[in-house]
């Protein structure tokens, strides 16, 4: 589920939809947590899928360190990449703001965690990344941990609207790491590799 102070909204040609934050979304906020209503498929069941609803699952959902395809129900799926993300992934399947989200600021992430299946050429940022390759996990995941962990003492000091869609043991385990008395899982966890693409 994405935060609930946001909407989507059309950002231009190249993008298209895209979510954008209506209310100011401070730094260290949980954004987007995977709940009971995102559809979960297989790694293999997207074999069946004819060729149309293959490739919008592949445009729409993302791939979990089990190779499963996981397909948001709500306005999440539109979150567009960015090589400057505002929002990082965790390895306990919630994102979090990395920095203040304005008022109309569009929410995005780095596809480069989200284990496409090929490689794809985005919008050019006037970054030294030029290309989301479906490996950039293994690449950058010491980079997002270093932003990700000291952001953890934050949580509980903030209004997180989506906490209670957190399980219990996930909940505790942020409570470990915000003290020190943990390790934050790397990103690395999020890692799939498959024998194959499968669309």
Known sequence: MIHPDTKLEWINDKKGFGVVATKVIPKGTITWVQDELDIVFSPE?????????????????????????????????????????????????????????QIGEELTDDYGYLNLTESFVPEDEGVGRKVVYPDDILKYYQKWDNVLEPLFPEISKLDQPLFELLSPEVQNDIEKVASGKKKMPSTKKLYFKPEKSRI
Not at 50 to 69: D, H, Q
Not at 72 to 100: M, P
């Open 45 to 101: 069941e997207p074999d069946n899928f004819k060729p149309m609803t293959r490739e919008l699952l592949e445009k729409y959902s993302f791939r979990n360190s089990a190779g499963e395809y996981i397909l948001c129900w709500d306005v999440a799926k539109y979150i567009n990449h960015s090589f400057k993300a505002n929002c990082l992934s965790t390895a306990y399947n919630f994102e979090i703001a990395i920095k203040d989200i």
